[in-house]
């Protein structure tokens, strides 16, 4: 049986990814596809345990690649576990976060670099790379303004300053640009009905 498609979405604090799930969860539904969502860090009963550990403010600081090796024990749980067998069973996967996200926090904004995050990505998922991840693109002022906005405590990783989420975003653009056939980057300052227009748009022609 055919693989599934595997669809990625990415982006900095407050880039309306979960509209954008949505978007792109119904245009697959519409055209047949059988969909699963899932998210990173999580999707898993025990990823999602890596997850609360990684964003609840009360772990405190972690060493960057203790931090960077809890994504990929998720990132590995989730594909074992959820994201490779259900694109075996020819079901689409759409997931919320992925290695980019690793390469543009961890890579980027923790400062460790590609290598380390590359070196990683091939032992947990060489083989399968995102068929299509569109990235949500929004200046930080105005994706923490949105974070502000929508209120409650931040996690621990929103609790970043804006010269690491400038490196965060710097980091995703830098990889879109050098994987234009895989990324397409989204204007997401627009507002949400523009975004899934384009969006839509996307996936018509790329898919
Ligand atoms: P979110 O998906 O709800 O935005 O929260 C996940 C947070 O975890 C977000 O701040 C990005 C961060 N993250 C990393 O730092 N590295 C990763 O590899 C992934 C998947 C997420």
Redesign the pocket.
């Known amino acids: 049986m055919k693989r599934g498609l595997f669809i990625t979405l990415e982006g900095g604090?407050g880039a309306g990814?979960s509209t954008a799930m949505q978007v792109v969860g119904d245009w697959l539904s519409k055209r047949g596809h059988d969909v699963v969502v899932t998210?990173?860090?999580g999707g898993t009963p025990a990823a999602e345990r890596i997850?609360e550990l990684?964003?609840d403010p009360e772990t405190g600081s972690l060493h960057a690649l203790s931090?960077?090796l809890l994504?990929?024990a998720?990132?590995n749980e989730n594909l074992a576990t959820l994201i490779r067998p259900a694109l075996a069973r020819g079901q689409a996967v759409i997931s919320?976060?992925?290695?980019d996200?690793?390469h543009?926090?961890?890579g980027g904004?923790r400062e460790l670099g590609p290598e380390v995050v590359e070196a990683l990505a091939e032992l947990v998922h060489g083989d399968l790379q995102p068929d299509l991840t569109l990235l949500l693109d929004v200046p930080v002022a105005l994706g923490l303004e949105r974070i502000a906005a929508r209120g409650g405590e931040p996690?621990r990783?929103?609790q970043?300053r804006p010269d690491f989420l400038e490196r965060v975003r710097q980091a995703y653009l830098d990889r879109a640009r050098r994987e234009p056939d895989r990324f397409a980057v989204i204007d997401a300052t627009q507002p949400i009905e523009r975004v899934a227009d384009e969006i839509r748009r996307v996936l018509e022609a790329r898919l």
């Open positions: 604090e990814k998210r990173e860090p997850r990684l964003l931090e960077l994504m990929f998720a990132r919320d976060r992925f290695t996200a690793s543009a926090y961890q904004g996690d990783m929103e970043n």
